[in-house]
């Protein structure tokens, strides 16, 4: 992807209010424009930001606090926004843009702390921000250069999602709470994953049928917040798209208005039940299963044409890993009522 200089989105997310004017400011004597330049001091509302703009490339702390009720300095944090990033890639994989991140630290050349990060190294770069005080023009200039790298930058759209991650949810905790959906999740979909380590199966087939059922699985949860008496249907043929969406939207405490601009408008609508990044992964865990039952006949309606895919084992897992939030909150919903 090439940009001009004034084009490209920055997201910063850096905790020292200081530290952040004097990166704004560098940004624009750089000439960025400061339109394109957002700003925030804790992880949380960098992925609520990074999932809402889309920014080419993000300033990332070395230590940033997750949100204002967890004000303690954590790497951990970090790599929330790293995997947020390396997840928005996945899911973006049939567009010619990517998000690439360079790590604001003041301890670049540690190896130690380089190595508590856990990434795709071809999204990352360092860079020293106590340069800024020994030669801003210096530090100007490498920082642009930085950053027209990282746009620049081809990166492989490949799946960073391991199947074993939905196992950290502990789906045995879901068995006694609902029993249809647990089957669902474990027996239907997790047991079709387990047929693509047979070679004799249509991986394309199965890994569509994973995606579909990913995307009903969605529905279901949100048909289960709704209405506790909901019984499971059938996964069938149906796509429900835009009413998905707009319910993702409305559980998560926001009403879709409109698009204006290619950007989506949201408002404040009541209490939220799910968080902003479980509904954003659900949405887009639906859409790959719009775009699987479209693949071969197009969609009329929403003038859609997809060509006929053929799907991968990563395909496949890339729409699991996209509803573990949803699952996990769901949890946690059934626990708390």
């Known amino acids: 992807m090439s940009k001009p200089i004034a084009d490209i989105k920055i997201l910063i997310i850096e905790d020292d209010q200081e530290k952040r004017e004097e990166l704004v400011e560098i940004l624009r004597d750089a000439g960025l424009s400061l339109v394109n330049v957002s700003v925030t001091g804790f992880a949380e509302t960098g992925i609520e930001k990074l999932e809402d703009e889309q920014p080419d490339v993000v300033l990332l702390d070395l230590k940033i606090p997750y949100n204002e009720e967890s004000m303690s300095l954590n790497i951990d944090n970090s790599n929330k926004v790293i995997h947020a990033v390396e997840r928005l890639n996945v899911t973006r994989n049939q567009e010619a843009d990517s998000t690439g991140i360079l790590i604001i630290s003041a301890s670049v050349d540690d190896r130690g702390i380089r190595n508590q990060y856990k990434h795709t190294k071809e999204v990352i770069d360092f860079f020293d921000k106590d340069e800024i005080a020994l030669n801003k023009e210096g530090f100007k200039q490498e920082l642009l250069k930085k950053i027209q790298r990282t746009v620049e930058r081809e990166i492989k759209h490949e799946c960073a999602v391991e199947y074993p991650e939905i196992r950290k949810i502990k789906l045995s905790k879901l068995k006694p709470l609902h029993l249809d959906l647990h089957n669902r999740i474990v027996n239907d979909l997790l047991g079709d994953f387990e047929k693509l380590n047979n070679r004799n199966v249509n991986t394309s087939r199965v890994s569509e049928n994973i995606i579909g059922l990913a995307g009903r699985i969605v529905e279901d949860i949100i048909n289960l917040i709704e209405d506790d008496q909901y019984s499971l249907s059938e996964n069938d043929q149906s796509d429900n ?86 699952i996990s909150e769901f949890i946690t919903y059934l626990k708390n009522k």
């Not at 559980?251 to 408008?265: D, M, P, T, V, W």
């Not at 639906?286 to 699987?292: D, G, K, M, N």
């Open 241 to 326: 798209f835009t009413s998905v969406r707009n319910r993702l939207i409305n559980l998560s405490g926001r009403k879709y208005l409109r698009h204006e601009n290619r950007q989506a408008i949201y408002k404040t609508n009541g209490e939220r039940i799910i968080s902003r990044k479980a509904a954003e992964y659900g949405k887009q865990a639906y859409i790959l299963r719009s775009e699987a039952l479209h693949s071969k006949d197009g969609d009329r309606f929403n003038n859609k044409i997809f060509k006929d895919t053929e799907y991968t084992i990563e395909d496949a897992a890339i729409s699991i890993g996209l509803i573990i939030p949803l």
